[in-house]
């Protein structure tokens, strides 16, 4: 599964769009782009996915850029709750694991 | 309602001592997986399985043994704990679905401390 390359941290102030960005130039034309989100102490939770298009749904939208090297996640609106660490992960096939990077560390400030 | 639960929370034992770990899902799903996270937050596959078949068998010592006695669940029994064993674990499930989407759920995470 190809690479993915994020900031290790990020701000953003409640109510404002968080924008998470990941870039993963060695990606190949069937792996998809997931993004999970670990809030602390708990187990981690799926967010969105992706292949060529964008998409969006109650969560978050996720943008891939034509080239596909690169996505950014937006939390439109976000709120205290959404602190937490945000991983973008690559992956190709079906029921296998997904490789967790280190993720941005997303502070939602008031 | 629970999705995917995972017996106990919390696990404080010694070294040298051998514990379980349980994982049950409630989803129908026909895909487990066990992740180990360390103390420096690391979120790494450890085993998955497949229909009670085993399909993933990341670098691992063998006191690490998985059980599944069903799709529903998938334990993880450790030999002779060691001071590295102490970290989070979790336990999560999948089922493939059309067009690549493949959740994974997750359990809330078991924290285990060896003295």
């Known amino acids: 599964d190809a690479k993915t390359t994020q900031p290790p941290s990020m701000d953003c102030a409640e109510g404002r769009a968080a924008n998470l960005p990941c870039n993963h130039s060695?990606?190949?034309?069937?792996?998809?782009v997931y993004w999970y989100r670990q809030i602390h102490s708990q187990g981690p939770q799926y967010i969105i996915h992706g292949l060529k298009n964008n998409e969006t749904n109650e969560m978050a939208s996720l943008i891939i850029t034509e080239d596909r090297k690169s996505s950014t996640l937006i939390l439109p609106h976000a709120t205290l709750r959404d602190t937490a660490v945000y991983y973008c992960?690559?992956?190709?096939?079906?029921?296998?694991?997904?490789?967790f990077g280190k993720g941005t560390s997303l502070l939602v400030t008031p | 309602d629970t999705a995917v639960s995972q017996t106990p929370k919390y696990l404080v034992t010694q070294m040298g001592n051998d514990k379980s770990i349980k994982c049950e899902q409630n989803?129908?799903?026909?895909?487990m997986y066990w992740y180990k996270q360390d103390s420096k937050k690391f979120l790494k596959i450890m085993f998955s399985y497949n229909n009670k078949e085993l399909i993933i068998n990341e670098t691992v010592p063998n006191r690490f043994s998985p059980k599944s006695p069903d799709k529903a669940h998938l334990n993880l029994h450790i030999n002779s704990l060691e001071l590295g064993d102490s970290a989070v674990y979790f336990c999560?499930?999948?089922?493939?679905?059309?067009?690549?989407?493949?959740?994974?759920?997750f359990g809330p995470g078991t924290r285990l401390l060896v003295l």
């Open positions: 992960i690559v992956r190709r096939e079906t029921g296998y694991a997904l490789n």
């Open positions: 989803l129908g799903h026909d895909t």
């Open positions: 060695t990606i190949s034309g069937n792996e998809y």
């Open positions: 999560a499930s999948s089922q493939e679905q059309r067009g690549g989407l493949e959740t994974q759920y």
